[in-house]
């Protein structure tokens, strides 16, 4: 088992910043990939960046060049900064982790954190 918190949401103006952070416990080193999704009211969850035990990072177009997602191994720890807020950015962020155990693939997910951006 995997557990995940994650911190960081808050409201935040237009154009400003914002880094969330996601603490990872339990069996970790079953953790392949680590990953933040949102979900704005009304709407589907969807993935914003991911980051792949490789170090390969991946990221959703509507964040590209806005987004950067780390990792700190030795406080197993994944960050989220995000720049440039725009308020269709507002929604709860997630994060999310998958990883393989005796033959069947995992997947976690944390309680959410809220991001408002304000007009």
């Known amino acids: 088992q995997v557990q995940l918190v994650e911190f960081g949401g808050g409201l935040v103006q237009a154009g400003g910043s914002l880094r969330l952070s996601c603490a990872a416990s339990?069996?970790?080193?079953?953790?392949?990939?680590v990953g933040w999704y949102r979900q704005a009211p009304g709407l589907q969850r969807e993935l914003v960046a991911r980051?792949?035990?490789?170090?390969?990072?991946d990221y959703a177009d509507f964040v590209k060049g806005r987004a950067t997602i780390s990792r700190d191994n030795g406080k197993n720890e994944v960050y989220l900064q995000m720049n440039s807020l725009k308020p269709e950015d507002t929604a709860v962020y997630y994060c999310?982790?998958?990883?393989w155990g005796t033959g069947v693939r995992y997947e976690y997910w944390g309680q959410g954190t809220q991001v408002t951006v304000s007009s």
């Open positions: 999310h982790a998958a990883g």
């Open positions: 339990g069996s970790i080193w079953t953790i392949d990939l």
């Open positions: 980051i792949l035990k490789t170090g390969t990072t």
